[in-house]
């Protein structure tokens, strides 16, 4: 008598199709290898912390402790010396922005958008020509044309200051001849200013006027938060033949309570090339030249 096998248990019976085999899955990439930054410097640590919290508006120790492949009790280091110096607010857990208003040191302001302010800095310095005399506002980005001008080949330029820091930089350069107005010191800023300042400008003339500035809205103008520090931009931009300006993008479009000037008054603009397409359409029919660099 003919038996029929029995099929293996779990086979699939006769005249039934096989399941088709299923699709591998994919692996989910890490979310922070991307952005994980290993072996930074203390320096540059810190600086990438500050950007991001400005970027983002808050971050966390164990998220940073994972992005830079360091220990939290060295994040919180970080945040510590960070809140100290004032470029953030420390909470539990991690850190929030300083509020858009609140004006950032000038030791941390020196830490952000550093490469921009590089590149804008060597576009500026470039412009300069043998025996000209310049003004040199305060601010980071002049202070990296002041460090430049160090070792630039120039053998005789004026270099008329408010700005401390920019002075201690050219002190001891030969080709540098140092003209300080005087006035109020303002700490947060590291520059003079005050109606002793304003009177000393005035029989003074310049070629260029490299100005920095905390806000650039194409309707309003340029900005800083300081009205004494704008009354005396002011006067530079009258006793100047040419006012250019420069900022990295991330002053585009912010506003501070003291104007400057119209940006119509401006000659030029030096900026980065992350700066926003419209604003920069904007200034240029507007009659400034924007230079991206």
């Known amino acids: 008598m003919f038996t029929p096998e029995t099929a293996p248990m779990g086979a699939p019976e006769m005249g039934t199709p096989s399941p088709a085999p299923a699709a591998p899955v994919a692996a989910t990439p890490p979310t922070d290898a991307a952005a994980a930054e290993h072996g930074l410097l203390l320096d540059e640590r810190r600086r990438r912390i500050c950007e991001l919290v400005r970027a983002h508006g808050r971050v966390t120790v164990e998220e940073l402790a994972r992005r830079f492949a360091t220990s939290t009790v060295t994040v919180r280091q970080d945040l510590g010396a960070l809140e100290l110096s004032g470029a953030l607010v420390r909470t539990r857990g991690g850190a929030l922005a300083r509020r858009e208003e609140d004006e950032l040191p000038i030791v941390i302001k020196q830490t952000l958008h550093h490469a921009q302010k590089m590149r804008i800095a060597a576009a500026a310095v470039a412009m300069i020509g043998e025996g000209e005399t310049i003004i040199l506002d305060s601010g980071t980005t002049t202070a990296e044309i002041a460090r430049l001008l160090r070792t630039s080949k120039l053998h005789s330029i004026n270099v008329i200051t408010n700005a401390l820091n920019v002075a201690m930089l050219l002190s001891d350069v030969p080709a540098v001849r140092l003209i ?109 030249d924007v230079r991206l660099v």
């Open 180 to 288: 300080m107005p005087g006035g109020i010191l303002r700490r947060e800023s590291n520059s003079l200013s005050g109606y002793g300042a304003e009177l000393a400008l005035e029989k003074l003339q310049a070629d260029r006027c490299f100005l920095g500035v905390d806000g650039l809205d194409p309707e309003v103008g340029i900005m800083t938060p300081h009205l004494p520090e704008a009354q005396l931009n002011a006067r530079m931009i009258a006793i100047s033949r040419q006012i250019i300006a420069v900022t990295d993008s991330s002053k585009f479009m912010r506003r501070n309570v003291s104007v400057i000037a119209r940006v119509e008054q401006l000659h030029m603009l030096i900026t980065d090339t992350a700066a926003r397409p419209d604003t920069v359409a904007e200034l240029r029919q507007r009659g400034v």
